[in-house]
């Protein structure tokens, strides 16, 4: 039996034994590349801990920055949107909503309307309950139009015939 240096600490350790008592270096060849081989991939193990966390901070930000506020409305925005509103309230007050005929072009006065706030009024043709054309005037109101993140438009809404 005799002793060798050990590679890692400078010790003497018998050349039989598996492994250093002191340090627990391999003393074996097999041992030894099989030893170098952990310590590489542990010597590299904070660096790909730190490239995980790095990652996942940078997906986590991206993710966050992309649940922006919906783009400012325009006026035009505002009143198409009160104009169709109005279009399937008074749908659903007629007697029969298949008979409804609004203007050509959309051709909505707008009493008020400044921002989600909206008063339209419009003549339509509809069909009355004895199944006769008639001209009728409609008053609409549309008020607290909201555009939602998933592309959706809250509304509060209510048509009554005008006067």
């Keep these: 039996m005799a002793l060798i240096s050990c590679a890692e600490c400078g010790k003497n350790v018998s050349d039989k034994a598996p492994a250093c008592p002191h340090c627990g270096a391999p003393t074996s060849d097999a041992a030894i590349k099989k030893y170098q081989a952990q310590k590489r991939w542990?010597?590299?193990?904070?660096?790909?801990?730190?490239?995980?966390?790095?990652?996942?901070?940078?997906v986590s930000c991206i993710a966050v920055g992309s649940k922006?506020?919906?783009?400012?409305?325009a006026r035009d925005d505002y009143k198409?949107?009160?104009i169709s509103v109005c279009k399937s309230k008074i749908k659903e007050a007629a007697h029969d909503p298949s008979s409804v005929e609004f203007p050509a072009n959309d051709r909505f006065e707008v009493i008020n309307g400044d921002g989600p706030s909206w008063q339209l009024k419009v003549t339509i043709r509809a069909k009355n309950g004895f199944g006769a054309l008639r001209?009728?005037?409609y008053l609409c109101v549309v008020g607290d139009i909201a555009p939602q993140l998933n592309g959706g438009v809250t509304y509060k809404a209510l048509a009554v015939p005008a006067p």
């Excluded at 922006?68 to 409305?73: N, S």
């Design 42 to 58: 542990t010597s590299n193990a904070p660096v790909i801990g730190v490239l995980i966390f790095t990652a996942l901070v940078v």
């Design 68 to 73: 922006t506020k919906p783009r400012e409305w």
């Design 80 to 82: 198409s949107t009160a």
């Design 135 to 137: 001209l009728a005037d």
